[in-house]
């Protein structure tokens, strides 16, 4: 998933302070925000604009309500207002981009992304916003195009797996959902992998099981409703149903949040566990149609989440790997299920990992063994600062996948810090130049102290190297 954070985030935020290029603070902001009713945000914003039409945050704020409302032609009218007023004003640009997408005016959409982009360079996500509206514009034009690979040839491999996610994120909002049949299908059938290991097919549910835009459960809502009348339309369709109940998933999910149980209000538990209950609802009403990896992935993440006892849970997961061995993330969520913090006991979560580290019945044992290390290193931190326990199979693994499907920032920040651990210069070395220390909660806590370390070896090395004769 994976969603787009820091995007969000940073709309969300916008909602109060968007565009505050002279950093002087909206007086009424905190007045404006309300997410779950954007017909009273017009209000608010109209309210406002009545005492000043020239504040372009309270425009910017009237925009995104008619979007959510799904007015686009008044929104666009609305962020140009802002943008008129506040030239630089990135935010707007990306709405109105989004706005003009919505109304099929692709070519103005291009030209209000690039306006973005040329305004923050540095942004990724106005790019990927770009790229992947002129790959799905292309994909619309041409009935047989879905078939091909078609992932972005600019920028790494994290890069183009965005730009490819995005293209289904637009064909769902356009409500294009034959397109994503069609690649779907032959997603499913091909098997084809992208970098880190992963199935075309799981890119492109990225790309429909959660809001391309959000900050609200407005949106949330929204997205549910259209996956809905998709399924509807394509009652038989496996793709449609296992995305509503992965979005339901997500859905619970965005309610319980991601700190700890105490943190969680009870009304947030309760949401929590419905939404979970839709999911699981919807997955086995769809059981028919169990013919997609996918399925059993998600029903996994509903059993970790719901915690099914050790005896239900292994009856899923072996059923899943049954059904399909190379959908790799069957084998780190059942190390998650092994946690200690969630249903694991003492010393299992190690055995299972070790088990695949030296099972001789299969030539991807090495690929599973690093994938699965660097899932559990990204959940639990101490785990991610120690050596590992099989470190030339965890390296033979890294290049294995390189040479299969290829790699992602995450995979190469995992490498450099094991290579680290186990006073592998020469490997940290080669790494060193693509770690961007980034990819995962363990990357950007230890990176910098990986450098150090490093550098440290790299002195001791030639100083070694200066004494021989």
């Not at 905190?30 to 945000?41: F, G």
């Not at 409302?69 to 709405?95: C, D, Q, W």
């Not at 149609?289 to 993440?301: E, G, L």
């Amino acid at each position: 998933m994976h969603i787009n954070t820091r995007f969000l985030a940073i709309l969300a935020l916008s909602l109060l302070f968007s565009g505050c290029a002279s950093g002087i603070a909206f007086a009424d902001a905190a007045t404006l925000q309300d997410p779950d009713d954007p017909q009273a945000d017009i209000a608010k914003a109209e309210q406002v604009l009545k005492e000043d039409p020239n504040s372009y945050r309270a425009w910017y704020h009237r925009g995104y309500a008619l979007f959510k409302l799904g007015r686009f032609n008044e929104a666009s009218t609305a962020f140009k207002e802002s943008i008129r007023l506040n030239p630089k004003h990135e935010l707007a640009y990306v709405m109105l981009g989004h706005s003009y997408s919505r109304l099929d005016q692709f070519d103005d959409a291009r030209v209000a992304f690039d306006e973005a982009i040329k305004l923050n360079a540095k942004d990724l996500d106005y790019r990927r916003f770009r790229d992947s509206l002129s790959a799905y514009v292309k994909l619309r034009k041409d009935q047989n195009a879905a078939s091909q690979p078609v992932l972005a040839a600019e920028g790494d491999n994290d890069y183009a797996a965005s730009v490819y996610t995005g293209i289904f994120s637009e064909a769902l909002v356009h409500h294009d959902f034959d397109l994503i049949e069609r690649a779907a299908n032959e997603a499913r059938a091909s098997k084809e992998k992208v970098g880190g290991g992963r199935w075309k097919l799981q890119l492109i549910y990225d790309g429909v099981n959660h809001p391309y835009i959000s900050s609200s459960d407005y949106e949330w809502n929204q997205h549910i409703e259209l996956l809905q009348q998709w399924a509807r339309e394509k009652p038989n369709s496996a793709t449609a149903n296992v995305a509503l109940a992965d979005c339901y998933n997500g859905f619970g999910w965005r309610a319980r949040g991601t700190g700890f149980s105490n943190t969680v209000s009870g009304r947030n538990w309760q949401l929590y566990r419905e939404r979970l209950k839709l999911a699981q609802a919807v997955l086995l009403a769809a059981k028919s149609q169990r013919v997609c990896p996918k399925w059993y992935a998600v029903m996994q993440a509903i059993a970790i989440a719901q915690g099914w006892d050790n005896e239900s849970y292994e009856n899923l997961f072996n059923e899943s790997v049954q059904y399909e061995p190379t959908w790799y993330e069957y084998y780190k969520q059942k190390a998650m299920y092994l946690l200690p913090r969630w249903h694991g006991q003492p010393g299992e979560l190690d055995a299972y990992v070790n088990r695949l580290a030296v099972d001789q019945n299969r030539k991807d044992s090495p690929i599973l063994y690093f994938l699965v290390t660097e899932a559990v290193g990204s959940l639990d931190v101490e785990v991610g600062q120690k050596p590992a326990a099989h470190y030339e199979v965890l390296k033979q693994g890294y290049f294995d996948l390189r040479k299969l499907y290829g790699v992602s920032s995450r995979d190469t920040d995992w490498v450099f810090s094991k290579a680290v651990q186990a006073n592998d210069v020469d490997l940290a070395k080669e790494m060193l130049p693509n770690v961007k220390g980034t990819s995962s909660a363990v990357g950007s806590r230890v990176t910098k102290e990986m450098f150090d370390e490093l550098a440290k070896k790299y002195a001791e090395q030639q100083k070694q190297q200066q004494k021989a004769p």
